[in-house]
């Protein structure tokens, strides 16, 4: 795994393995940091010709509704443009996050996205799928 891009409240880096960008936060985000470690990671996604997304979102916290807004109508369709084509999301059971996911989970029709308990787990789904796309 590659480091990418190092801020004090996140992560982003390129898996190999799972052909994919993984945004890992370390602590609370804000608006203006959550558009700068999307923004560099979907420019990462398209760098490395990535087609799976990573968040762990486990330390991020709440992310506000002009945030996740943002994400569900700008980021994703800019990161499905250059080939996004499965995220995996790290989650706890808080019920903040788990309305975030599910607004962005319809957002994609469903159709592209999982949630897990373990960075283990997302990745392997990940690699799955991943390894599906390459024999279709």
Same mark, same amino acid.
């Given at each position: 795994m590659k480091l990418l891009f190092e801020h004090d409240k996140?992560? %982003?880096?390129?898996?190999? /393995?799972?052909?994919?960008? /993984? %945004? $890992?936060w370390k602590k609370y985000q804000d608006a203006d940091t959550y558009k700068l470690l999307f923004t560099k990671g979907i420019e990462f996604l398209k760098d490395f010709g990535a087609t799976g997304w990573l968040s762990d979102i486990r330390k991020e916290g709440v992310v506000g509704p @002009?945030?996740?807004?943002?994400?569900?109508d700008e980021a994703i369709p800019?990161?499905?443009?250059?080939? %996004? @084509?499965?995220i995996a999301v790290v989650?706890?059971?808080? $019920?903040?996050?788990?309305v975030y996911v599910g607004s962005i989970n319809k957002k994609t029709e469903n159709k592209m996205m999982n949630h897990f308990d373990s960075l283990e787990n997302a990745r392997d789904w990940l690699a799955l799928s991943n390894t599906t796309l390459e024999n279709a």
């Open positions: 996140a992560d %982003l880096y390129f898996n190999q /393995e799972t052909n994919s960008i /993984e %945004l $890992i @002009s945030s996740s807004r943002w994400l569900q800019k990161a499905i443009g250059y080939g %996004l @084509s499965r989650m706890d059971s808080d $019920i903040f996050k788990q």
